[in-house]
Every structure is written in structure tokens, then in C-alpha cells.
């Protein structure tokens, strides 16, 4: 079945640039979404990208994709104390609401 | 803003017990969804509900799950007799229809969970 794999752990320092790494195994995704999930809270769509497109930017929040190696990178630059949460990367396919879910990326930003 | 609303927000209850979990989605969406999040690892879809019936559904969502939308407001996930490992932390999402906004993205609106803990 799919799979959608993350790291786990990212630190950054305050101001630093964070690059959040995914990478997911169906080739028929047709959109891939980054989720945030600060803590006690539910699960807000960050961004998403369609799978025709190399990049989006929006804000301090780039994502690129490269749809050979199956490869999906979620860029905040200049990271806040409050952009601490944790990332999933999610896809889902053509015609479905089913999303499936990395395990998320904790981020902790060091002030 | 609306928003997808959950209750209760931590329920403890013994294993072989039923366990009824609400939501209130949001009011003029369409698509129902139910994923679980066991400790530790990754958010996994149960099932998805459409126009008073189940749409889709993993492995997970065996025949002690079953969902329910009885008045047209709130959405509910019921485990008829709960394990050990069913402890997780339950989603709830709404999408809107075709001609809501978000439809054209996929994107999802998901409620803050309910923590299940089944000792």
C-alpha cells in the first residue's frame, strides 16, 4: 500500500531556515499536503501542492517537489519560537479525501 | 471562523466497554472522516461517509466500529467493545462539496481529537 515517510526530529535555531523532508511511494498522488499540529490542537492544512508542479511559495513556507524520486520538502524561512509544531506530510490520490499520513515531524525552534 | 468541534476531549474507559465518539462537523460540508493516531505513530484514515453512508474504510474500521450521522449534525464513531489497542488519540474531519470552498484541493478540516484510553 502507500507510504509516506518522514524524519522525525528537526531543531532549529530562531531565524534559522527549517527544511522538513518527506518522501512517499504512490505514483498516482495527486495532491501532497503539509499538516501543523501544535500541541492540544487538531490538524491545520499548511499548504498543499499539486503534483503537476515543481514549487509553491507562499510567505515564509516553500514546498518543492520532485515527482521522480518521490520527494517532498516543506522550507520555513526565517523560523519563529512559534512555528514549534509537528509536520505531516500527507497525499492522497485522484477522486479520494483518504489521506495517508506520515508519522510528522516534531520541530523545535531554539531561541 | 468555523470549525470541526469534538467531544469528549479524553475518555477513559475499561477495555470490553463501548465508547460512543461525537463531532459536529462543519455545518455545510458533505464529507465525514474518522483517523486515529496511536501514540507514536502515524495518523491512519478509518473510515469516510457520504450522503448517509459509508464511502470508504481501512482494515482498521472492522465490525467493532461503525459510524453513524443520527440528526444531521453530529457524526459519530462508536467502538462496541474496546481493546487495549484501540488507545489513540480520534479525528474527526469534514470536506465540503463541490461547491464549497477547499473542494478542489482535497484539503480536509480537522477537529483538536479525542484521547481514548482504554485501560
Known amino acids: 500500500g502507500e507510504d509516506v515517510e518522514q524524519s522525525l526530529f528537526l531543531s532549529v535555531r530562531e531565524g534559522d531556515s527549517s527544511v522538513i523532508n518527506c518522501t512517499y511511494t504512490d505514483s498516482s498522488s495527486t495532491y501532497l499536503y503539509w499538516y501543523k499540529q501544535e500541541p492540544g490542537a487538531g490538524l491545520q492544512l499548511l499548504t498543499y501542492?499539486?503534483?503537476?508542479?515543481d514549487m509553491k511559495q507562499d510567505q515564509r513556507l516553500t514546498v518543492l517537489l520532485n515527482k521522480k524520486d518521490k520527494h517532498l520538502s516543506l522550507r520555513i524561512a526565517d523560523t519563529q519560537t512559534g512555528d514549534s509544531a509537528i509536520y505531516f506530510c500527507?497525499?492522497?490520490?485522484?477522486?479520494?479525501?483518504?489521506?495517508?499520513f506520515g508519522k510528522g515531524t516534531k520541530l523545535s525552534v531554539i531561541p | 471562523e468555523p470549525e470541526v468541534t469534538q467531544t469528549p476531549s479524553h475518555q477513559v474507559t475499561q477495555m470490553g466497554q463501548e465508547v460512543i465518539l461525537r463531532c459536529v462537523p462543519i455545518s455545510n460540508h458533505l464529507y465525514f472522516y474518522w483517523y486515529r493516531q496511536i501514540l507514536g505513530q502515524k495518523v491512519e484514515f478509518l473510515v469516510s461517509?457520504?450522503?448517509?453512508?459509508?464511502?470508504?474504510k481501512s482494515e482498521i474500521f472492522d465490525d467493532q466500529f461503525s459510524v453513524e450521522r443520527p440528526d444531521g449534525s453530529n457524526f459519530t464513531l462508536k467502538i462496541r467493545s474496546t481493546k487495549l489497542e484501540d488507545s489513540a488519540m480520534y479525528f474527526c474531519?469534514?470536506?465540503?462539496?463541490?461547491?464549497?470552498?477547499?473542494?478542489?484541493?482535497?484539503?480536509?478540516?480537522f477537529g483538536e481529537g479525542s484521547r481514548l484510553t482504554v485501560l
Open positions: 474531519a469534514s470536506a465540503p462539496g463541490t461547491s464549497g470552498v477547499g473542494w478542489d484541493t482535497g484539503e480536509l478540516f
Open positions: 461517509f457520504y450522503n448517509n453512508e459509508i464511502s470508504e
Open positions: 500527507a497525499e492522497s490520490g485522484a477522486g479520494s479525501y483518504q489521506l495517508t
Open positions: 501542492i499539486f503534483s503537476n508542479m
